[in-house]
């Protein structure tokens, strides 16, 4: 049994790519690990490269582009996660995206500390931007009406060290200290497979965006810690391959109403669902009205196709 099995879902990133699986493979510390790339349809060959230069690397092409999801529970798969009880798993499982590089002694310093500390589902490191600032997304709260809201007023940016308006991407915690959050970013997201086997995989209506979220509250739902981690800093490119996507606007802003449907409609009052459906019509235009006018099917499974959902 490997302590750690890594999908990396890749798209057109071929040389961040090359440096990503270079900086894995310089992994120093007591642990086995695994890597799975799953690539996307990318048509800069780097499928071509993974097989040439990383043959070690187990790796699946797509014909075509699946998403971020269906990829990663591709890879997930790949490693035999959802295999019967008593068989053998990864202790911990990683999404990783191909435009970070890691630290040779990341892996084994938060293995250290999850295995330390059993309570916890998820943990993600401090993830620093190339020009050295903290990229935001690594730390979280969940996206509710009221934290969307002051997200959307520019209460955040105005507030950032408030406890109730810097929610949103937890701006008022030290980023520099270890802390209980809400969700860490799908780019470096190390999951315990016993906590993974309760939930089930990544959820499939999503496209991009969204899916680690969601994720994420399904396990803290379950009783387990999601964990902040900043004494490992991980270096991430952000948005290499979405920048490329031009679905990806449109998938953020259908993502945000898929999390919301599946999480909070329900406990939402109705003058205040209107606001929210009301916000997401103007910022996803008219290209998101088809979807908003699905309301609660946008929940349903895609037609012919059996997807298990926590």
């Not at 591709?74 to 035999?80: K, N, T």
Request: aromatic share 10%; with cysteine; net charge positive.
């Amino acid at each position: 049994m490997s302590d750690l099995a890594i999908v990396i879902v890749n798209y057109n990133v071929r040389d961040l790519l090359r440096r990503c699986l270079s900086s894995v493979l310089a992994s120093r510390g007591s642990l086995s690990y695994d890597i799975c790339v799953v690539d996307n349809a990318s048509s800069d060959h780097s499928a071509e490269m993974v097989r040439s230069e990383f043959p070690s690397v187990n790796l699946i092409v797509n014909e075509k582009n699946l998403g971020y999801p269906v990829a990663n529970n591709q890879g997930l798969r790949h490693f035999g996660v959802e295999r019967s009880h008593g068989q053998e798993k990864p202790r911990y499982c990683l999404l990783l995206n191909p435009d970070t590089e890691v630290p040779a002694d990341g892996f084994v310093r938060l293995l250290d500390y999850m295995d330390s500390h059993n309570d916890i589902g998820v943990i993600g490191p401090k993830l620093v931007l190339p020009d050295g600032k903290l990229d935001l997304a690594c730390r979280r709260s969940f996206p509710s009406p009221e934290v969307s809201s002051y997200r959307m007023l520019g209460l955040s940016r105005l507030f950032p060290k408030s406890k109730r308006f810097g929610r949103y991407n937890m701006t008022y915690l030290d980023e520099d200290l270890v802390a209980d959050v809400d969700s860490v970013v799908g780019a470096f997201m190390m999951v315990r497979t016993a906590a993974l086997s309760e939930v089930g995989l990544l959820d499939e209506r999503f496209w991009m965006y969204g899916e680690d979220l969601d994720w994420a509250k399904r396990i803290k739902d379950n009783g387990w810690r999601v964990v902040y981690y900043p004494l490992v800093k991980v270096l991430h490119i952000k948005r290499a391959s979405s920048g490329q996507n031009k679905r990806a606007q449109y998938e953020f802003n259908r993502a945000m109403l898929i999390f919301y449907y599946k999480h909070y409609r329900d406990a939402t009052p109705f003058p205040l669902h209107l606001a929210v459906i009301a916000a997401l019509a103007v910022k996803g235009g008219r290209r998101l009205l088809p979807v908003i006018r699905q309301g609660s099917e946008i929940l349903q499974p895609p037609q012919g196709k059996e997807i298990q959902y926590a």
